[in-house]
Structures are given as C-alpha cells and as structure tokens.
T-cell receptor, first 114, second 114 residues
Framework: AQSVTQPDIHITVSEGASLELRCNYSYGATPYLFWYVQSPGQGLQLLLKYFSGDTLVQGIKGFEAEFKRSQSSFNLRKPSVHWSDAAEYFCAVGYGGATNKLIFGTGTLLAVQP | GAGVSQSPRYKVAKRGQDVALRCDPI?????LFWYQQALGQGPEFLTY????????KSGLPSDRFFAERPEGSVSTLKIQRTQQEDSAVYLC????????????FGPGTRLTVT
C-alpha cells in the first residue's frame, strides 16, 4: 500500500541555519510528490511539487526538494531559515489514476530559535 | 482571485447531532476533495468529486458521512449522529483539472464533538 513517512516529528533550528526535512514514500510507480506547509489555523499551502523531469525542484519561500528514486525520498531543504518558517510541514504522494487523492505523512513541526 | 473557502470555520456539536460543512471551491475548478485531519496527524482522504459526480468515496469512515456537490461547484459534507471520534479539522481542496495533480486547500472547519 502507498504510504509516506516523515521520521522527524519535531525539529528545532536556529534562525539562519540550514534545514532539511526528510520524507520517504512507498509507491509502486513514479509518484507525484508534494510538500505543503500549514501554519496554525491555516489551510495547507503548496511549497513545491515534483511530477517528472529535473529531480531538483524549486519552490516558493526559498525552499527546494530533491527526488531520489533509489532512496524513495523527497527531502525538503532551505539554506537559511527565517523565523516565519516556523510551521508544520507535510510531505504527500499523489495517488494518480482517476482521482489523484493525496496520501500525507504525519508532518514535521518546525520550531525556529532566534 | 478568491481561494477555497469553508464555513463555518469552527463548529461545536453535541454527540448525536447532525452537522453540515460547506466548501466553496475556486471558481471553475472541476475537482473537489474532502480530507479529515485529526489532531497531530496528516490529512486523510475522504472523498472526491469531478464536477457533480462523486467518483471516489472510499475514505468516508462510515455511512454517517455523506457528501454532495449537486451543481458541480459548492460542496457540502454532512455528518449524521456525530460521535466524539469525528472531532477533527475537515479540509476541502479543489483543482482545475480532472484528477487535479495540484490541489488548493481551504482553511478547514474545526469540528469539536462534545
């Protein structure tokens, strides 16, 4: 069955430090991969997506992610974190087919220290 | 343009009451999804509409859950005889293509069943 694993439940980084959030997926075919961010009381905002092509994708707010098929991973990175990046981050796999429902990981809560 | 809107934003229901949650998708979007997000978890798929047709309802947890989109725009998620385990944030998302590889989320409705 398709699944998404985000092994880090909670991460704390200092402002200005680099960030990497891990995501591993289990999927039988080439997946559609997404990273969303959720601030308290807000809906999910799409940061970036991978459908095909270049395995390094750029997103909004200075985020990027790299698709590694051999590792079944789609890790999210940012070279320098800002205090406003504190939020919960969700990795998701698009199921494809007729509905393309999304399967989400359990999320990583990012705290940013001044 | 306007994004996806949901109402009410917060709903408190006594156990056994019926509730109706509304989603206004982005105008012209063909696809509409409902997800349920329990506290501390990632969203989980409930159901999918393509225009007015409900093509996938595999995620609805019980026959107490019912969704409709009669004119292919606004959708309503109805929960009958609410139970405490129904307490969650209900997220609606829409997309502009069939299957909707990219989904745009609303702010959600937080349902608390007491």
């Amino acid at each position: 069955a398709q699944s998404v694993t985000q092994p880090d439940i909670h991460i704390t980084v200092s402002e200005g430090a680099s960030l990497e959030l891990r995501c591993n997926y289990s999927y039988g075919a080439t997946p559609y991969l997404f990273w969303y961010v959720q601030s308290p009381g807000q809906g999910l905002q799409l940061l970036l997506k991978y459908f095909s092509g270049d395995t390094l994708v750029q997103g909004i707010k200075g985020f990027e992610a790299e698709f590694k098929r051999s590792q079944s991973s789609f890790n999210l990175r940012k070279p320098s974190v800002h205090w406003s990046d504190a939020a919960e981050y969700f990795c998701a796999v698009g199921y494809g087919g007729a509905t393309n429902k999304l399967i989400f990981g359990t999320g990583t809560l990012l705290a940013v220290q001044p | 343009g306007a994004g996806v809107s949901q109402s009410p934003r917060y709903k408190v229901a006594k156990r056994g009451q019926d509730v109706a949650l509304r989603c206004d998708p982005i105008s012209g979007h063909v696809s509409l999804f409902w997800y349920q997000q329990a506290l501390g978890q990632g969203p989980e798929f409930l159901t999918y509409f393509q225009n007015e047709a409900q093509l996938d309802k595999s995620g609805l947890p019980s026959d107490r859950f019912f969704a409709e989109r009669p004119e292919g725009s606004v959708s309503t998620l109805k929960i009958q005889r609410t139970q405490q385990e129904d307490s969650a944030v209900y997220l609606c998302a829409s997309g502009d293509t069939r299957g909707a590889n990219e989904q745009y989320f609303g702010p959600g409705t937080r349902l608390t069943v007491t």
